[in-house]
C-alpha cells in the first residue's frame, strides 16, 4: 500500500515469473550444470544440445545415482562414451546418441561389439530418442550371453535427470551467485491497481 491523499487507497502489485535463461546448447564450455537445470524444463530443446554436452550431461545424473562416471573422448572412442564403475566394482560402457531418429538394431549390434572388444560386463544406451523393436531384442538377446545391456530412452532419462535435478541441492556457486557476479533482479513487469 502506497501512501495517498484524501479517501484514495493506491496498491502496487508487482508480480514476477521465472525467465528460463537462454543458452548457448552448441558451446561446449557451458557449464553442466546450467545444461542439466535447462533441460530439466525444456527437455523438448534436447536436440540443440551439442552431443558432447549430452554426453557429459548423462555422465553427471549417473554420478548422482552412485556411479563412478568418466565420460571417454570426444572423438575415437571406441563407441563407449561414458564409462562406469558401480560399487561391486564393474566397468559398465555407456554410449550416448543423442539424435533424432529412431535407434536402430544396427546400432546395437554395434555397441555389443565395442562393449565386449573393450572388456565391459554391462552396458547402457543412452538416447534422446527411442528404441525400434529390433533394437530392443538385440538388447535382450545381449543380456541371454551374459552381455546386459540397460536401454535408457529419451522418456527415461529425462524422468532421471529430473530425480538427480530434485536431489541435488544447489549452493550459491551453482547459481552463479559470486561475489564478483551478485544476484541481481530484473523487472519484467509491473502491475498498478488503483481503487477507491
Given at each position: 500500500?502506497?501512501?495517498?491523499k484524501g479517501?484514495?487507497?493506491w496498491?502496487?502489485?508487482?508480480?514476477s515469473?521465472s525467465?528460463?535463461e537462454?543458452?548457448?546448447?552448441?558451446?561446449?564450455?557451458t557449464?553442466i550444470?546450467?545444461?542439466?537445470r535447462?533441460l530439466?524444463?525444456?527437455y523438448?530443446?534436447?536436440?540443440?544440445?551439442?552431443?558432447?554436452?549430452y554426453?557429459?550431461?548423462?555422465a553427471?545424473v549417473?554420478?548422482?545415482?552412485?556411479?563412478e562416471?568418466?565420460?571417454?573422448?570426444?572423438s575415437?572412442d571406441?563407441?563407449i562414451?561414458?564409462?562406469?564403475?558401480?560399487r561391486c566394482?564393474?566397468?559398465?560402457?555407456?554410449?550416448?546418441?543423442?539424435?533424432?531418429?529412431?535407434?536402430?538394431?544396427?546400432?546395437?549390434?554395434?555397441?555389443?561389439?565395442?562393449l565386449?572388444?573393450g572388456?565391459y560386463?554391462?552396458?547402457?544406451?543412452?538416447?534422446?530418442?527411442?528404441?525400434?523393436?529390433?533394437?530392443?531384442?538385440?538388447?535382450?538377446?545381449?543380456?541371454?550371453?551374459?552381455?546386459?545391456?540397460?536401454?535408457?530412452?529419451?522418456?527415461n532419462?529425462?524422468?532421471a535427470?529430473?530425480y538427480?535435478?530434485?536431489?541435488?541441492?544447489p549452493?550459491?556457486?551453482?547459481?552463479g551467485?559470486?561475489?564478483?557476479?551478485?544476484?541481481?533482479f530484473?523487472?519484467?513487469?509491473?502491475?498498478?491497481?488503483?481503487?477507491?
Amino acid at each position: 500500500m502506497l501512501p495517498t491523499k484524501g479517501s484514495q487507497l493506491w496498491v502496487a502489485t508487482v508480480a514476477s515469473m521465472s525467465v528460463l535463461e537462454e543458452l548457448d546448447l552448441s558451446d561446449i564450455t557451458t557449464p553442466i550444470e546450467e545444461v542439466r537445470r535447462f533441460l530439466a524444463r525444456r527437455y523438448s530443446a534436447r536436440a540443440m544440445v551439442h552431443p558432447r554436452l549430452y554426453e557429459l550431461a548423462v555422465a553427471s545424473v549417473f554420478r548422482d545415482r552412485g556411479f563412478e562416471a568418466f565420460a571417454t573422448a570426444y572423438s575415437n572412442d571406441g563407441g563407449i562414451d561414458v564409462v562406469l564403475h558401480d560399487r561391486c566394482g564393474s566397468r559398465i560402457g555407456v554410449q550416448v546418441k543423442r539424435q533424432n531418429g529412431v535407434i536402430q538394431v544396427e546400432q546395437i549390434r554395434a555397441f555389443l561389439g565395442a562393449l565386449v572388444l573393450g572388456g565391459y560386463t554391462k552396458g547402457a544406451f543412452v538416447t534422446s530418442s527411442r528404441f525400434s523393436k529390433g533394437a530392443i531384442q538385440a538388447a535382450k538377446r545381449s543380456a541371454e550371453l551374459h552381455v546386459p545391456i540397460e536401454l535408457i530412452d529419451a522418456d527415461n532419462f529425462f524422468d532421471a535427470l529430473r530425480y538427480s535435478q530434485l536431489c541435488s541441492v544447489p549452493g550459491p556457486d551453482d547459481c552463479g551467485i559470486t561475489p564478483s557476479r551478485p544476484l541481481t533482479f530484473k523487472n519484467h513487469a509491473l502491475y498498478q491497481l488503483n481503487s477507491l
